[in-house]
Each structure stands twice: as structure tokens, then as C-alpha cells.
DNA sequence: AAATTTAATGCAATCGGTTACATTGATCAA
DNA sequence: TTGATCAATGTAACCGATTGCATTAAATTT
């Protein structure tokens, strides 16, 4: 509890004899000091125990260094893996990142928008929230030029930088597939069909059984908001229906898992009388009985491409208003709980 | 694009003709400004789209109502319910965090630790990397008085707050629970040693062998690293064990389903033939088939208590470092994969 | 009416780095 | 020898909000 006194580079001036100005630049290395200068400052910067104000810095620099990552929620390892893919990237151009997170919350969304904006973040890099009604919150960024990029939950009308996967192809390939397991009467379990990931997956589900020729029924689509609760409710539906379903697809592992669950209690048998598909492949999908048929998501490439595309911007080097959506690969991953053919 | 120039309190106060410290005052409610003031500046602060300097305004309050949040992964409900908890007690008091995560490598955690300490957080909140060796880069928030509290994964010879629940004991029900159901050899898949939580687990464990007279045999307990590589290798280690073990009690509940999975998979049936036990209460536990029995952790109760003795040492309220250790209840919960006699 | 208290606001120094623009002394070319 | 060039360092003005200490005017007391 000594509370030493904090040390500044003015402190090391005076024990040196040298001015506050060769301090600040020996420290970082500028090429105008003598190199014996520079020992000298610096060993003398570790002795006293020295540490930078990055206050001080940022505030006369105009400049923080640092970039804000807004998700939806921390807890499942697509998201990790875009995390851990933005860290790698911004790590090695010298920014910080701060993580923001909303629960899948659009108040908190807005708030979180609000605390990285005073925070005065360099860039920001977002995916949105379940119920995230406009971008009005984004408004005070792209006011002050402040560069945006959006992943995955991304906003269709907004015209500026953004990283996803074809989410429409993937919903296809997940449903062509379990047709071509012999799956006639597929039930499709939807998020907020506000937000693209999940209109984009009903979009490819329905273009897979016209081209099949199956018919579209409405009520095999369940839209809710993938909690457990919800799903649990939406096994009970799926188990009253008649004639029964033969196949699930379900917009994420979690709620996929949730009703396999669910039925399998009730007797069902996971492949044969229901297969099921997930998405994301969340660890999850590897740990269910039986292994759950997913799409793999490459979040670390999906947060690799999104700080490198807003680090270029903010070394000028590129405009981050002129790239155009990019749309990473993802693949379908078969596993035996769709498998119903050898 | 257009970036606006930044409005300070200075445009602010000659838009309205006062000064700048009027202003400062006005936006901040203070009591010595007069309604009609306050009002003015507040409305022409949001006319012109002000926003405070956080750095100007920290470099001057030397202080930053920030506090950090290192944990060692994001990926686990206990943690993120861990960080609920904290931000519902910080974000009472109107301080911000910034959530580090050191991906359970000890490199990482000094490289957060040091820059946390860079961008001054006011307090720090902390649970140890699987293989953090020393409390060395913690040293320099001790030596600033800033005030740190460890959480879940602590060391013991640390003299500061705590808070923790009492893993002897837990590991103690677990096992006493395993052996009431009529196991008798009993596996133990331990992590690291070095860490409290695993050493007291094992400790919890023993104990319970010794109360019901069961030899305790080294070569049942398997300590690793818990990713999945391990436990798959620990799933082929327990096939190959004469006589086979009738039981296994992991140390969380990853673990313990990747376990149980790659048993299942060669026709062992759980419980019958193998009880299992986990740790953590992590979704993957109610969703395992057959469900997992493992250990309630109170995350958000350890969240809000440890945020709150930081919160009450920072208004002085309090010293954390009288603050002794504090020990939260954790409980057993019963499920299908350990129920041998119903 | 004079003295005192209270309310509202202003002045100016301060927090700690950064950097454009000197300054100094040394080295080199002519 | 003189002027030019260069390397190394210094000077001082920022960046924007905060706050102790005035100051002024209005309200209240004596």
C-alpha cells in the first residue's frame, strides 16, 4: 500500500540531466538519439520504475490505438475463434483491443456503442445482437469517420464493410443433404428472421426443397430466439405433428442439441426416425450422442480478414467505405446424425 | 468521411458565452451551477455532438473507472456468468472493465497483465491461467497499491482477497456420492496440480476414499490438461485398466463428456457400468445423454462479491487486503450419469 | 444602510507525453 | 578559413477536462 509516487518521463529528465523531449523520444526509439543516450534512458526508465500515461499519449496524439469488438455473446467458439482471429492481427500492427459484449441484448447493445465511442476506439468491428432493430447507435462512428466493419449478423442495408459467409448456400447444402438422405418432411428451426444469418438459411432451405420439388410447408419453419426453453417447447411441437417430421435442421448446434435431446428422451431414434443438422460446429457438435451434421463457420478467418481489412484502412493504405461485402467459405461437415445411407 | 472536427468544452463554452469550467460543471451536474446553466450546456452539448475527452479527463482525475477483468477462457458459462456478475455490481457504481482472456497460457496473462496495467485500470479481477508459474506480473499493481482480487483459480501463499469455494469439499461429495452408489474404483481426471482448484479437488477426493476405507491407488488418477487430445488419450488409458473402473469423476464437465463419449462409443454403458461425475455445471452437462452429474459453481454470486469488495475498497470503504479469503457454497447436482440405484 | 452569507460563475494551473521548430557543436567540402 | 551540412538535443506550445481559489452579484441579517 506504499502508493509510490508515479514516475514520468519528467522525473527521468531531471535524474539525467537531459530534457523531457530526448526522454520521450529514447523511449521509443527515434532515430534522431544517440544510441548510448538511449541506454542510458532507458535503463534508467526500468530502475525508477517508469510506466507510460497513455492518457497523456492518446490525448496528444489523437489517437488510441486501439479498436473495439462489439459480439452478441462470448460463449461459443465460433465467436472465440473470430476473436482470437481479430487478436492475431491486431496484436502484430501494436492495437489493443477491447471486447464489448451485449447478451444478445439491443439496449446493451447501444450502450456498449456509446461506452467505445468515449472510449474513442480507432475502429470498431461488430456483429449484431438478436434484436438489434436499426443502426442508429453506429450513427456517431460514421459521423466522426470512425472505420466500421460488421461480421455474420450484419445489417443487408448498410453499405459498408462487411465479412460473412453465404449463409444461403450453406441452408441449401444442409438440406439438399438431408434430402438426399431420404428427408421429405424437414422442419427448419430459425432465429430472428430480422437478422440475415437466419433469413438467409430459410432463404437456401426453401430454394432446396423447390429444386427438389418438395413442397414448402409454413409450419414446419419455427422461428424463436434458440434458448432452451424455446426449444424444448419446439420439440413438443415437433412431436405432435402428423404425419411426423423425418428430418430437423437447426439454425445453431445448441438449439439442434437441445431437441435432439428432447426427442431422443421420448424414444426417438437420431439418425433413423429423425436425422438432425446443426450450425456453426460448436464444440458442442462433437460431444453429442450421435455426433451432430453441421456447418463449419471459419471464425478465425473470419476475424483475421476483418482486422486486416481495418488495419489497412487505418494505415491509409486501403478505404474501408469501398471494400464491398466479403463472403467467406464454410462447408458442410456430415456427421451421424444425419447419416441415414452408408 | 466528412470527419468533424472534435467539439470540446471550449467550442462549448464560447458558443455560450461562459466558461469553460462552467461548462465542465454543468455537464457533470455539479451543485454550484444553476438550473437554467446547466440546461443550456447540456442542450448545446448535444446540438453540436460533443463528447468528452476520456483521456484529458482521466489524465487530470488520475484515475480511470476502469477496472480489468483477466480470466484464463471465455469459452465456459462459469466464466461468462462470473463476468455477469461483475459487470452488474461495476456498472452500478459506474465503472467500466475491460475483459482480458489469457487462453489459458501464462504468457499471455503477464502480457494482459502488463497492459492493463498500462491502461490503469483502477482495481483488477483475476482467476490464474492453467500454467502460470508465479504472481511476478501482478507485482506491479502490488507495488502501486492498486487493488487486485483473485477468484476461482488463486494461489494459496497469496496473502490478498480471495474468493473461492471450498474444492476439498466438493471433490469430497462428488466422490462420496460415487462411492454411495456402490463404485469402488473410482477414476479421477485431475488438471493441473499447480492449481488450487485441481490439488484441493484431489484432495476432496482422497479424503472420501479414506472415510470409506477404499485403498487409494496413484495410478486412477490421471492429471492433464483437460483439452480433448488428453481425455481421449485418459478415455484409452481406462479401457486398459484391470480391473475396470466403475467410476470417474472429472474435473470439469468437457472433460467429463468427452470421456464418457469415447467410453459409450466402445459399448460401455453409463451408469451401469460406468458412473460419471463432472464439474462446473456447464451447459454441456444438462446435455449430454445420459445428463451429467457435476458441481454447481455459483459464478455470478463470486462475480458480484468479488466486484463488490472491489467497489467498496475503491470508495474507501473498505481495505481488501484485510479482506480474508472468502469461501462461497457450491452444491452437488444429481443427474442421470452417476444414478446406479434409483 | 452596512455587514454578512449564499449562489453562481470565472481564472488559471495542472495532469504527462508529443512534436514542430529552434539551437548547438561537430564534421566536411571548397 | 568559411560556409554548409548533419547529428543530437532542447524549447515550448499543444491536447481537453478538472478544480482550488478567487470574484461578483444577489439575498439575508443586523
Redesign the interface.
Known sequence: ????K?ITIYDLAKALNISPATVSRGLKDHPAISHATKKRIQDMAREM?Y??????S??RR?K?NTIGVMVH?????FI?SV??GIEKVTTAADY?I??AHS?EDYKKEVANAS?L????VDGLITSLAYNTENLDHFE?FI???IPLIFFDRVEPQYPGAKVVIDNMKAGYDVTSHLIQQGCKRIVHIAGSLKRNVYADRLKGYRKALEKNKLAFDESMVIENDLS?VACVEAAKKILQMKPRPDAVFACND?AA??IM?AL?EQGIRVPQDIAFAGFNND??A????PKLTTVNYPGIQMGEIAASHLMSHLNGESNI?QTSTVIIKSELIIRDSSLRKK
Open positions: 500500500m506504499q502508493q509510490t508515479e520504475g510506466r507510460s500515461n497513455n492518457f497523456a492518446n490525448l489523437q488510441t455473446e462470448l460463449n461459443s467458439s472465440t476473436l482470437s489493443d477491447i471486447i447478451s461506452n465511442f468515449h472510449k474513442r456517431p459521423q466522426k469517420g432452451e445448441f442439441v437441445v435431446q431422443t464444440t458442442i462433437r460431444l453429442s450422442i467505405m
